[in-house]
């Protein structure tokens, strides 16, 4: 059993077991239709069928990061945020928000208006380097992305020392899967994933529905539900702490399953 933990909002969240985060998309692109939520209807929606689900954690993302995706200006993706936001902490004010962003004035934003918990950096601090100072600023959470053609170990051990430098206590390891990747180096990192382990820090994975799985199969994203909870449940046990998906509801059946049969290290 795990040990370590994460502080959101004061509540103390423990990884004795998996956790799954559900993905809200308030983008017009993102690469999986069925996740983009414009209207008030369905960004309440989406957001209430996830925690309903099982969801310990939404995560809200306003520009999309899908390969050849047009990058947003900043004044807009805080408008989209904004909006977002503004329904979701109203109607769901327990939910333990992450912002799924790059930008540290965007991040800034979430967590001083909105108290948002997490801040969820694809770009692992390359991006825009003020964002570590914003978490260590506001002592939230930050999940640090591999996005690079650095080796995955070279790179947490250097970026997770920036991060504590600052005063961040709260970090999250995401490996990565589909950022800066072949489709054979994304199967090689999952197969090794356990390694990642010697950092004691969750993990956190986000397989769902991406190009790994339909490329592979030679289908579209809509049809990868299965293939995502296949590898979901080979994550879990090489050591996943947290699944970042669509389908909350799958990954939550997963996780119990696993946990009654012992596949969970």
Do not use: W
Request: aromatic share 8%; charged share 25%.
């Amino acid at each position: 059993m795990k040990n370590y933990c994460i502080n959101c909002k004061g509540n103390v969240i423990d990884f004795s077991e998996p956790r799954v985060m559900g993905i809200v998309n308030v983008t017009p692109d993102s690469f999986f239709s069925d996740s983009r939520c414009q209207t008030e209807k369905d960004i309440l929606e989406k957001t209430e069928k996830h925690l309903s689900s099982g969801a310990e954690f939404i995560d809200l993302g306003a520009c999309s990061t899908r390969p050849g995706y047009t990058e947003i200006a900043e004044n807009e993706e805080i408008k989209r945020l904004d909006f977002a936001l503004r329904l979701i902490t109203n109607k769901f004010p327990e939910a333990v928000i992450s912002v799924d962003t790059y930008r540290s004035g965007v991040a800034e934003f979430a967590v001083k208006n909105y108290g948002v918990s997490i801040i969820n950096d694809i770009s692992g601090g390359l991006a825009d380097e003020n964002i570590f100072s914003v978490a260590a600023k506001y002592s939230v959470c930050y999940v640090l992305t591999h996005n690079t053609e650095e080796g995955v170990m070279q790179f947490f051990v250097r970026q997770t020392d920036k991060l504590k430098q600052l005063g961040v206590k709260d970090i999250i390891l995401d490996p990565g899967f589909g950022f800066a990747k072949t489709l054979d180096e994304n199967y090689e990192l999952l197969r090794d994933m356990e390694k990642l382990q010697i950092f004691e820090m969750p993990l956190l994975v986000g397989i769902s529905r991406k190009s790994m799985i339909f490329k592979l199969l030679n289908i579209t994203p809509a049809e990868s539900l299965n293939g995502t909870t296949v590898l979901n449940t080979i994550a879990l046990n090489k050591g996943a702490d947290i699944l970042r998906v669509h389908d909350v509801k799958e990954a939550v059946q997963s996780v119990k399953i696993c946990r009654k049969t012992g596949f969970i290290k």
